[in-house]
């Protein structure tokens, strides 16, 4: 069974219908993102009506649960690689999921994850 899961832009792109995107996700039986994936999308929404549109579009998707292995590992990428890479919160905690359920991330920003070696991206 293919499973991967979607950063945050991979969605966007997607709801964008992004032809190629949607050809490589068509390759997986579970895509899966998380609740810092889903409060990006959500603070990105421009109105109510666009809001509904997402919290509607990302159903089909499995959301993994975070849970404190996650968040401590998250804490730990921030406190090695903030000053030296500027890693970002939502950032570290897409990885830090990536990493304790040891699932592909397909991202279009690789930049603020290729420095981690125990995160396998998908390319694209």
């Avoid at 810092?36 to 993994?64: D, P, T, W």
């Avoid at 996650?70 to 970002?88: F, M, P, R």
């Amino acid at each position: 069974m293919a499973i991967v899961f979607i950063d945050t832009n991979i969605i966007i792109e997607y709801l964008k219908a992004n032809k190629k995107v949607i050809k490589i996700l068509e390759k997986y039986d579970t895509i899966y993102i998380n609740d810092i994936v889903i409060m990006e999308l959500y603070q990105g929404a421009k109105n109510k009506r666009e809001l509904n549109f997402i919290k509607k579009s990302i159903l089909q998707f499995e959301v993994l649960k975070i849970n404190s292995e996650i968040v401590i590992l998250a804490k730990d990428i921030l406190e090695q690689y903030t000053l030296s890479h500027n890693t970002k919160i939502m950032d570290s905690m897409i990885a830090s999921t990536v990493i304790m359920y040891n699932i592909d991330l397909y991202t279009l920003n690789k930049k603020d994850f290729k420095y981690l070696k125990q995160v396998n991206m998908i390319e694209f």
